[in-house]
Nanobody, 125 residues
Framework: QVQVAESGGGLVQPGGSLRLTCTAS?????????MGWFRQAPGKEREGVAF??????CYADSVKGRFTISKDNAKNTLHLQMNSLKPEDTATYYC???????????????????WGQGTQVTVSA
């Protein structure tokens, strides 16, 4: 059974950086998965942030130029490098996997069949 788990959240000042990591366990074909990072702030809907699939990466407009998604198939890990963080980036961040497809830019949450527990990112002075 494939599982994914996030790490690397924390408290950071505005303008700072954080790197989130998602580790997949129980997988023998991680390179065949489409992966995504989502976030959810209190009282708001879950929002897609960054996506990796079929050799392509895509980003939400709100993070483009500040966040970078990267996938290490040899280590079964997915990263999200977050720079120039803003208070509005504060949310619980989730890693998710589409284990049946390598589709690019899989923005819809209902495409994903594996979700992590989430890691909190707080951007505050």
């Amino acid at each position: 059974q494939v599982q994914v788990a996030e790490s690397g959240g924390g408290l950071v000042q505005p303008g700072g950086s954080l790197r989130l990591t998602c580790t997949a366990s129980g997988s023998h074909n991680f390179d065949d998965y489409a992966m995504g990072w989502f976030r959810q702030a209190p009282g708001k809907e879950r929002e897609g942030v960054a996506f990796d699939g079929a050799g392509s990466t895509c980003y939400a407009d709100s993070v483009k130029g500040r966040f970078t998604i990267s996938k290490d198939n040899a280590k079964n890990t997915l990263h999200l490098q977050m720079n120039s963080l803003k208070p509005e980036d504060t949310a619980t961040y989730y890693c998710a996997a589409v284990t049946s497809s390598r589709m690019p830019c899989a923005r819809a949450p209902n495409l994903y069949d594996r979700w992590g527990q989430g890691t909190q990112v707080t951007v505050s002075a």
